[in-house]
Protein backbone atom coordinates (compact mmCIF):
# COMPACT_ATOMS: atom_id res chain seq x y z
CA UNK A 1 0.00 0.00 0.00
CA UNK A 2 1.11 3.15 -1.09
CA UNK A 3 1.08 6.40 1.34
CA UNK A 4 2.81 10.11 0.46
CA UNK A 5 3.01 12.19 3.55
CA UNK A 6 4.06 15.62 2.46
CA UNK A 7 5.72 18.48 5.16
CA UNK A 8 7.47 21.67 5.44
CA UNK A 9 4.67 23.57 4.60
CA UNK A 10 3.57 26.71 6.56
CA UNK A 11 3.97 30.68 6.31
CA UNK A 12 6.16 32.90 4.23
CA UNK A 13 6.72 36.05 3.54
CA UNK A 14 6.83 37.62 -0.16
CA UNK A 15 10.51 36.84 -1.67
CA UNK A 16 11.01 34.14 1.27
CA UNK A 17 11.51 30.45 0.58
CA UNK A 18 10.08 26.96 1.34
CA UNK A 19 11.06 23.35 1.26
CA UNK A 20 8.53 20.82 0.64
CA UNK A 21 9.22 16.88 1.01
CA UNK A 22 6.75 14.37 0.39
CA UNK A 23 7.77 10.58 1.68
CA UNK A 24 6.69 7.38 -0.04
CA UNK A 25 5.79 4.35 1.88
CA UNK A 26 6.00 2.20 -1.15
CA UNK A 27 8.59 0.32 -2.95
CA UNK A 28 8.37 1.01 -6.40
CA UNK A 29 9.15 5.25 -5.44
CA UNK A 30 12.24 5.29 -7.90
CA UNK A 31 10.13 3.74 -11.25
CA UNK A 32 7.54 6.33 -11.41
CA UNK A 33 7.34 10.22 -12.14
CA UNK A 34 6.46 12.43 -9.50
CA UNK A 35 4.68 15.41 -9.11
CA UNK A 36 3.22 18.30 -7.34
CA UNK A 37 -0.04 20.17 -7.74
CA UNK A 38 -1.17 23.01 -5.74
CA UNK A 39 -5.29 24.48 -5.25
CA UNK A 40 -6.16 27.76 -3.74
CA UNK A 41 -9.37 28.34 -2.62
CA UNK A 42 -11.99 28.91 -5.62
CA UNK A 43 -9.47 27.43 -7.70
CA UNK A 44 -8.98 24.05 -9.40
CA UNK A 45 -6.02 22.22 -9.11
CA UNK A 46 -2.97 22.89 -11.10
CA UNK A 47 0.21 21.10 -11.83
CA UNK A 48 3.14 23.01 -10.61
CA UNK A 49 5.94 20.43 -11.05
CA UNK A 50 7.06 16.77 -11.80
CA UNK A 51 9.88 15.03 -11.75
CA UNK A 52 10.29 11.69 -14.01
CA UNK A 53 12.07 8.48 -13.30
CA UNK A 54 14.84 9.80 -15.04
CA UNK A 55 14.86 12.48 -12.72
CA UNK A 56 14.13 14.94 -15.82
CA UNK A 57 11.99 17.62 -14.63
CA UNK A 58 9.27 20.13 -16.18
CA UNK A 59 7.44 23.10 -14.47
CA UNK A 60 4.66 25.41 -14.76
CA UNK A 61 5.56 28.71 -16.53
CA UNK A 62 4.08 30.63 -13.14
CA UNK A 63 6.97 28.97 -11.10
CA UNK A 64 9.93 28.54 -13.69
CA UNK A 65 12.45 29.99 -12.42
CA UNK A 66 11.80 30.47 -8.75
CA UNK A 67 10.90 26.46 -8.12
CA UNK A 68 12.99 23.19 -8.00
CA UNK A 69 12.26 19.41 -7.57
CA UNK A 70 14.26 17.16 -6.93
CA UNK A 71 14.02 13.63 -5.84
CA UNK A 72 16.34 10.89 -3.60
CA UNK A 73 15.18 7.34 -4.38
CA UNK A 74 17.64 6.52 -1.56
CA UNK A 75 15.40 7.94 0.85
CA UNK A 76 12.06 7.88 -1.12
CA UNK A 77 11.66 11.31 -0.46
CA UNK A 78 10.48 13.85 -2.88
CA UNK A 79 11.53 17.59 -2.80
CA UNK A 80 10.19 21.07 -3.34
CA UNK A 81 12.01 23.87 -3.22
CA UNK A 82 10.22 27.32 -4.01
CA UNK A 83 12.31 30.38 -3.23
CA UNK A 84 11.01 34.10 -4.51
CA UNK A 85 7.71 33.49 -3.14
CA UNK A 86 4.51 35.34 -4.10
CA UNK A 87 1.31 35.49 -2.59
CA UNK A 88 -0.09 34.24 -5.96
CA UNK A 89 1.59 30.88 -4.40
CA UNK A 90 -0.41 30.55 -1.44
CA UNK A 91 -2.56 27.19 -1.76
CA UNK A 92 -2.45 23.49 -0.68
CA UNK A 93 0.08 21.74 -2.15
CA UNK A 94 -0.12 18.17 -2.87
CA UNK A 95 2.43 15.52 -4.37
CA UNK A 96 1.31 12.68 -6.46
CA UNK A 97 2.74 9.57 -8.04
CA UNK A 98 2.15 8.94 -11.64
CA UNK A 99 0.89 5.55 -13.31
CA UNK A 100 3.79 6.78 -15.74
CA UNK A 101 8.05 6.97 -15.71
CA UNK A 102 7.59 10.34 -17.32
CA UNK A 103 5.71 13.51 -16.47
CA UNK A 104 2.85 14.39 -17.00
CA UNK A 105 0.44 17.74 -16.51
CA UNK A 106 -2.56 15.91 -15.90
CA UNK A 107 -4.38 14.98 -12.62
CA UNK A 108 -5.58 11.87 -13.95
CA UNK A 109 -2.58 10.47 -14.72
CA UNK A 110 -1.57 10.29 -10.81
CA UNK A 111 -2.64 7.56 -9.13
CA UNK A 112 -1.61 8.13 -5.51
CA UNK A 113 -1.96 11.47 -3.28
CA UNK A 114 -0.93 13.25 -0.47
CA UNK A 115 -3.12 14.86 2.45
CA UNK A 116 -1.88 17.89 0.97
CA UNK A 117 0.47 20.70 2.99
CA UNK A 118 -0.69 24.54 3.32
CA UNK A 119 1.48 27.11 2.06
CA UNK A 120 0.39 30.78 2.77
CA UNK A 121 2.36 33.84 1.56
CA UNK A 122 1.90 36.93 3.18
CA UNK A 123 4.01 39.85 4.33
Known amino acids: QVQLVESGGGLAQPGGSLRLSCTDS????????MGWFRQAPGKEREFVAGISWTTSDSYADSVKGRFTTSRDNAKNTLYLQMNSLKPGDTALYYC?????????????????WGQGTQVTVSS
Open 96 to 112: AKSRFGGVTTEAGDYVY
Open 26 to 33: GRTFSSYA
